[in-house]
């Protein structure tokens, strides 16, 4: 069992910053396709941000320009730099990771793809 931790969320005006961190307690999980997702109150969960065993980033319209995902595989850890917030960012942000050998684009396939699942970390952006 993979285990995957999040930390970073908080509460932030809109137009602050946060940075969200993902360990991945497992030496694979830099060969996984790892993804950020967000669920706001209400709202079903989305995939926000991805990044492939090769490199590959994705996001979706909604942050692009204004999220940046990126990891550290010596440290085993993903990283979701998060500018110019604004008060529909506010979710519960979970990391998941898909462990398939040189995994590619799990972005696009979304959660039904991931293999673990971290507990999540709660962003509230107030206006």
């Known amino acids: 069992q993979v285990q995957l931790v999040e930390s970073g969320g908080g509460s932030v005006q809109a137009g602050g910053s946060l940075r969200l961190s993902c360990v991945g307690f497992?030496?694979?999980?830099?060969?996984?396709?790892k993804v950020w997702f967000r669920q706001a109150p209400g709202k079903e969960r989305e995939a926000v941000a991805g990044?492939?065993?090769?490199?590959?980033?994705s996001y979706a319209d909604s942050v692009k320009d204004r999220f940046t995902i990126s990891r550290d595989n010596a440290k085993n850890t993903l990283y979701l730099q998060m500018d110019s917030l604004k008060p529909d960012d506010t979710a519960m942000y979970y990391c998941?990771?898909?462990?398939?050998?040189?995994?590619?684009?799990?972005?696009?396939?979304?959660?039904?793809?991931?293999?673990?699942w971290g507990k999540g970390t709660l962003v509230t952006v107030t206006s």
């Open positions: 998941a990771a898909e462990f398939v050998t040189f995994c590619k684009g799990g972005f696009a396939r979304g959660e039904s793809a991931m293999d673990y």
């Open positions: 990044v492939d065993s090769d490199g590959t980033i």
């Open positions: 497992d030496y694979t999980y830099k060969m996984a396709c």
